[in-house]
């Protein structure tokens, strides 16, 4: 026993497990040769392993021979192993040499079985004991040795050549990692080989005290090929992490994809032209109407679409065909539940080189609120009744709503793209133009025509009174304009209507006045005819003297004809005041109107033990107004004045007064010396149906606020400092507008 | 004056003074000038106080008194020639006719109440009536 039955068992069973474990390998994955032919090398320098052992402790010469000669059927199983494996997994070396190897090698077994003992020997005459390092003998053959051994040696020759030229073309052809390997499998196996060599002269030589034995460098070269093999599963378990890492990202992206997608209600699909194969994403069936558990179905999804609409989507792609390739719709779904809803898809055509339409794919997400609230706005800008207009740069109508058309008569389909222009009366058309103009210049949002009263021109050639409003809306294509028209003959009529309405509440109250003043106006009256039926019967008288006095005739029918102006006068300043006109403004002096005033009420304030102080600023300008209506406010305040001093005993004055304001109108005050009026009622006054008289049903003041309104005027009361009140009114001068005109 | 048309009752018409007082200028020339053409002395005032200033009493003559008269009105001179005590008959000469009025220049002392416009021959009348003469017959 010694070291030598330790070692060689040792590296055959090393040899072996390697084997086993590539023979597993193979027999797992299958196509794997190099595997296989690992494990067929593997096993032949096991097998080695064990015969030399054997032939070291051979008993006789006889047995030796024996081993020898079986030992070549491994050897030549090894070779073609190693060939194969370099072939194979390196896929390098010329595959010519590789066979030759293989064939001249098994050729070297016939001489092997056939002549001699065995290849080495022809006859093994005897066996001696050479001593080892370490200790101990191991038997070697004497004997005449078999000239067919070249045979075998030229195989390995042919080995040595195959493996060079390998690692050459290896080195020379490729780069990295894969060069690496060659030189690492070829120059492993060729050094090997050699170190065999050398050992072998070595102990022949005797400077090696060593058994003479092949298996150590071929376990080495068998070491190398299962590192490079290991390699290859090393790299592959580290591809597999690597692989399953990845697929985990890829996992994740996906679902935050899938999440994202869903979280905006969006869903995919896909489409394959060429297959004719479709893919939808889950929520994209939701949204196309697919219950949870419906397929996709392209025959059902055109079913379901809104009529019109299917026919429209398949314009949009036959187009992106045609085009760029990217398309975009909107169409209706109506759902299994029946829902309507209105679906946005955006998609993309993927051609080929040859620009053949090879897939579509693209996203699908719900628009149903969007177009409601589309929907809505339209129906606002619809259903307004003001009537809008959008007018673009050119002054064409692009957009009209429903009242417009009411407004204008003409229908929506004739408006659009018509010229604004025509809707406006021919008179002004030619002006409009040249604002319309201007505005686009300079445009911000305003109502159009600024004072000025407007008209639009309807279809059937009759003018409506319209206001307008102008917004400017900046697009892409310049700037629009938005119109906003509104028809206010309606309003002009109200107007019209109201105005009447004060002009007959003004008259009423003129006739509860002059009826209050019947017993005045009767004693105006009089006078003048009490004068002429004298006169006239005074000149009979005097026609009747012998001769007639004609000088007092003549002095009589003078009068006569001046009493009877006198009377008409009077007749037509009451007609004037009993008369239901509408108000007719003109040029006046304010002094006329308190002088008139005066004539009227004379009497009545006689009958009252009135006074009238007049206190008539000369030269007033004139100011514009309503003579029987101003007139009608100064009775009404000189009657109110004069019904206040109905219990003073002393003196009753009414003080009249007029004077120029400072902004050139006129101020008329109306003093009296009577009760004043209480400090809370001094603007309740002005108000309808308040009265402070115990007749009368307090509309006077009232009216005389709404006649000075018109008049831009306004009208206060204020009481004296000694005792009494004042009742103010003041017109403003021609012109002035900074009141504005009451309607 | 050419008094030819004048007929003479119980006094001296030359004599006679008819006090015209209303403030209305039309009225009173027109009733002055229609006793001017009976031939009596006609004497008109456009006020009251103007008149009760210059009135003498002791010749024979009447008023004709308006009511209608600023400051001092037509019942404020009845008043005061009643209590002057004048024995002048007045005749009220108005416009305003009612009961009132009537009733109440009659307590004051007027003779007459007549309207305005007033026929000539009724106006002569009551001075004939008033006075006891016999103007315009």
Not at chain 1, 463 to 481: C, Q, R
């Amino acid at each position: 026993m010694n070291w030598i039955d330790i070692v060689w068992p040792m590296m055959g069973a090393a040899s072996l497990t390697l084997a086993l474990i590539h023979l597993l390998i193979w027999f797992k994955q299958g196509h794997q040769t190099a595997h296989l032919m690992f494990a067929v090398t593997g096993i032949s320098v096991g097998a080695l392993a064990i015969f030399e052992l054997l032939m070291m402790t051979a008993p006789t010469a006889e047995t030796y021979s024996v081993l020898l000669r079986w030992m070549h059927v491994p050897f030549a199983l090894m070779m073609i192993g190693i060939v194969a494996f370099v072939r194979l997994h390196l896929q390098v070396g010329r595959l010519w040499l590789g066979l030759l190897v293989c064939l001249v090698r098994l050729v070297s077994l016939l001489p092997d079985f056939l002549t001699g003992e065995n290849l080495n020997y022809l006859q093994i005459t005897a066996l001696r004991q050479v001593p080892i390092w370490g200790g101990g003998f191991v038997a070697a053959p004497i004997g005449v040795a078999n000239p067919w051994m070249a045979l075998g040696q030229a195989s390995v020759v042919l080995l040595m050549v195959f493996l060079v030229d390998a690692l050459v073309s290896g080195t020379r052809h490729t780069t990295g990692e894969y060069r690496r390997r060659v030189i690492l499998i070829c120059g492993s196996m060729i050094g090997f080989m050699l170190l065999s060599a050398l050992w072998s002269l070595a102990v022949i030589n005797g400077t090696l005290h060593a058994p003479l034995t092949v298996n150590p460098a071929f376990l080495g070269v068998l070491l190398a090929m299962s590192y490079e093999l290991g390699g290859d599963i090393l790299r592959a378990a580290q591809l597999a992490r690597n692989l399953s890492a990845s697929e985990a990202l890829l996992r994740d992206t996906e679902q935050r994809m899938d999440m994202a997608v869903r979280g905006a209600g969006i869903g995919l699909w896909s489409r394959d032209l060429v297959h004719e194969e479709s893919w939808v994403s889950e929520t994209g069936l939701r949204l196309l109407g697919f219950g949870p558990n419906e397929k996709w179905d392209r025959a059902r999804f055109y079913e379901r679409l809104h009529p019109g609409d299917g026919e429209m989507l398949q314009s949009a792609i036959a187009a992106a065909m045609q085009g760029d390739g990217e398309f975009a719709s909107e169409y209706r779904i109506v759902g299994v539940d029946g829902r309507t809803r209105w679906i946005m898809v955006r998609g993309q055509v993927e051609f080929d080189e040859n620009r053949t339409p090879l897939r579509t794919r693209g996203i699908v997400s719900e628009i149903t609120e969007r177009r409601r609230a589309e929907e809505r706005l339209r129906l606002v800008v619809e259903m307004s009744p003001t009537a809008l207009m959008m007018v673009n740069e050119q002054g064409l109508i692009t957009l009209v709503n429903r009242q417009a058309e009411i407004v204008f008569g003409y229908s929506r389909q004739e408006l659009a793209g018509m010229g604004v222009d025509t809707l406006v009366p021919e008179r002004y058309r030619g002006r409009h133009v040249g604002e319309r103009g201007a505005y686009v210049a300079s445009a911000t949002t305003r109502s159009m025509g600024a004072g000025r009263e407007l008209f639009a021109r309807r279809k059937d050639g009759s003018e409506v009174p319209i206001e307008i409003a102008l917004s400017p809306i900046h697009g892409d294509s310049g700037t629009s304009v938005l119109v906003s028209i509104t028809d206010i003959s309606e309003r002009k009529r109200a107007d019209r209507e109201s105005a009447l309405q004060r002009d007959e509440l003004a008259h009423l109250s003129r006739v509860v006045l002059l009826a209050e003043l019947s017993g005045s106006l009767a004693h105006e009256l009089n006078q003048p005819l009490t004068a002429i039926l004298s006169n006239a019967q005074a000149a009979v008288r005097f026609l009747a003297h012998s001769p007639p006095n004609l000088d007092e005739v003549r002095d009589s029918l003078t009068n006569i004809v001046e009493n009877d102006k006198r009377a008409g006068e009077v007749i037509r300043r009451l007609r004037a005041l009993l008369r239901k006109d509408p108000a007719d403004h003109r040029r006046l002096d304010m002094n006329d109107v308190v002088l008139d005033v005066l004539r009227i009420i004379r009497s009545d304030l006689l009958n009252r033990n009135v006074e009238v102080v007049l206190d008539l600023e000369p030269n007033l300008k004139p100011i514009e107004g309503d003579r029987v209506q101003l007139q009608q406010v100064l009775l009404n305040l000189v009657m109110n004045g004069a019904d206040a001093m109905a219990d003073v005993s002393a003196s009753r004055q009414i003080t009249l007064h007029t004077h120029a304001t400072d902004t050139g109108g006129v101020q008329v005050s109306v003093k009296d010396v009577g009760s004043g009026i209480a400090e809370e009622d001094i603007e309740r006054i002005f108000s309808p149906f308040v009265t402070t008289k115990t007749s009368g049903i307090g509309l006077g003041l009232a009216v005389c606020v709404s006649i000075i309104q018109t008049h831009r005027g306004t009208i206060w009361a204020t009481n004296n400092p000694s005792r009494g009140a004042t009742l103010h009114f003041r017109i403003p001068a021609l012109g002035d507008s900074s009141h504005p005109v009451a309607k | 004056m050419h008094q030819g048309n004048l007929s003479v009752g119980n006094g001296d018409e030359r004599s006679l003074a008819i006090y015209i007082v209303d403030d209305d200028d039309d009225v009173r020339f027109g009733f002055a000038r229609l006793i001017r053409s009976v031939g009596v002395n006609a004497r008109p005032y456009a006020s009251a106080e103007s008149f009760l200033d210059e009135l003498v009493e002791g010749e024979p003559g009447c008023i004709l008194l308006d009511l209608t008269m600023p400051r001092v009105t037509g019942h404020h001179a009845l008043a005061r020639l009643k209590q002057l005590g004048s024995r002048l008959p007045v005749i009220v000469i108005s416009a305003r006719d009612d009961e009132v009025t009537r009733a109440m220049v009659r307590d004051l002392g007027a003779k007459m109440f007549l309207r305005k416009p007033v026929d000539d021959q009724a106006l002569l009348d009551a001075i004939n009536w008033a006075t006891g003469f016999s103007l315009g017959r």
